[in-house]
T-cell receptor, first 112, second 119 residues
Framework: GQQVMQIPQYQHVQEGEDFTTYCNSSTTLSNIQWYKQRPGGHPVFLIQLVKSGEVKKQKRLTFQFGEAKKNSSLHITATQTTDVGTYFC????????????FGAGTQVVVTP | ETGVTQTPRHLVMGMTNKKSLKCEQH?????MYWYKQSAKKPLELMFVYNFKEQTENNSVPSRFSPECPNSSHLFLHLHTLQPEDSALYLCASSQDFRGTSGKSSYEQYFGPGTRLTVT
C-alpha cells in the first residue's frame, strides 16, 4: 500500500543552527501537507504544496515539493526553542477520497 | 484555537465501562475524522465522515462506534476497551470532498484530543 516515510525520526539541533527534514512517498502525490505538533499538543496545519518543484516560505521555514511530486522537504534556518515539536508530512491516498496518509514525523529537540 | 473542540480532554475508564468522546467543529466544514495517536506510532486514521455519511472505516474494532448526527458534531462511543486502546484520540475536520477527483485533499484542522487511559 501507499507509504509516506520521514527522515530523520529524531533531530537534535543546537539553537541557531539550520536543519532539514525529508518526506518521501511511495506514490506520486497530488499535493503534500505539513503539520506541526508541539509537545502535549495537537497537529496544526502549516502549509500545502501542490505544484511540481514548488517552494514556499514561512519566515524561517522553507518547504519544497519535489519535481516528481514524490518527496518534500522542510528546512528550518536559525532554529529557535519555539521550533520544538514533531513535524508531520501527509499526502492524499489514492484509494479513498479525503483520506490523508501521514508520515511518522520528525521529532525536533532544540538545545539552547 | 477553538475551531475544533473535544470533550473530555482526559478520560480514565475500566475495560467494562461505556463512554463517549465528543467533537464539535465551528469552521463550517462538512468532513470530520477520528484519529488514534499512540506513543511512537504514526497518526492512525479510524473513521471519516463526509456530509454525515461514513466514507471510511479503517478496519477499526467494533468496540469503537462512531456517530455523526450532523456536520458539526462527531462522537466516538467506547465499549469494553482494552489497555492497548489507551492513546490520544484526535478529531479533525476539513472542507468536504464531494465532487473532487478523489486525488486531492484539503487541510485538516485538529481538535486538542482526548487522552484516554484504559485500566
Amino acid at each position: 500500500g501507499q507509504q509516506v516515510m520521514q527522515i530523520p525520526q529524531y533531530q537534535h539541533v543546537q539553537e541557531g543552527e539550520d536543519f532539514t527534514t525529508y518526506c518521501n512517498s511511495s506514490t506520486t502525490l497530488s499535493n503534500i501537507q505539513w503539520y506541526k505538533q508541539r509537545p502535549g499538543g495537537h497537529p496544526v496545519f502549516l502549509i500545502q504544496l501542490v505544484k511540481s518543484g514548488e517552494v514556499k516560505k514561512q519566515k524561517r521555514l522553507t518547504f519544497q515539493f519535489g519535481e516528481a511530486k514524490k518527496n518534500s522537504s522542510l528546512h528550518i534556518t536559525a532554529t529557535q526553542t519555539t521550533d520544538v515539536g514533531t513535524y508531520f508530512c501527509a499526502g492524499p491516498t489514492t484509494d479513498s477520497w479525503g483520506k490523508l496518509q501521514f508520515g511518522a514525523g520528525t521529532q525536533v529537540v532544540v538545545t539552547p | 484555537e477553538t475551531g475544533v473542540t473535544q470533550t473530555p480532554r482526559h478520560l480514565v475508564m475500566g475495560m467494562t465501562n461505556k463512554k463517549s468522546l465528543k467533537c464539535e467543529q465551528h469552521l463550517g466544514h462538512n468532513a470530520m475524522y477520528w484519529y488514534k495517536q499512540s506513543a511512537k506510532k504514526p497518526l492512525e486514521l479510524m473513521f471519516v465522515y463526509n456530509f454525515k455519511e461514513q466514507t471510511e472505516n479503517n478496519s477499526v474494532p467494533s468496540r469503537f462506534s462512531p456517530e455523526c448526527p450532523n456536520s458539526s458534531h462527531l462522537f466516538l462511543h467506547l465499549h469494553t476497551l482494552q489497555p492497548e486502546d489507551s492513546a490520544l484520540y484526535l478529531c479533525a475536520s476539513s472542507q468536504d470532498f464531494r465532487g473532487t477527483s478523489g486525488k486531492s485533499s484539503y487541510e485538516q484542522y485538529f481538535g486538542p484530543g482526548t487522552r484516554l487511559t484504559v485500566t
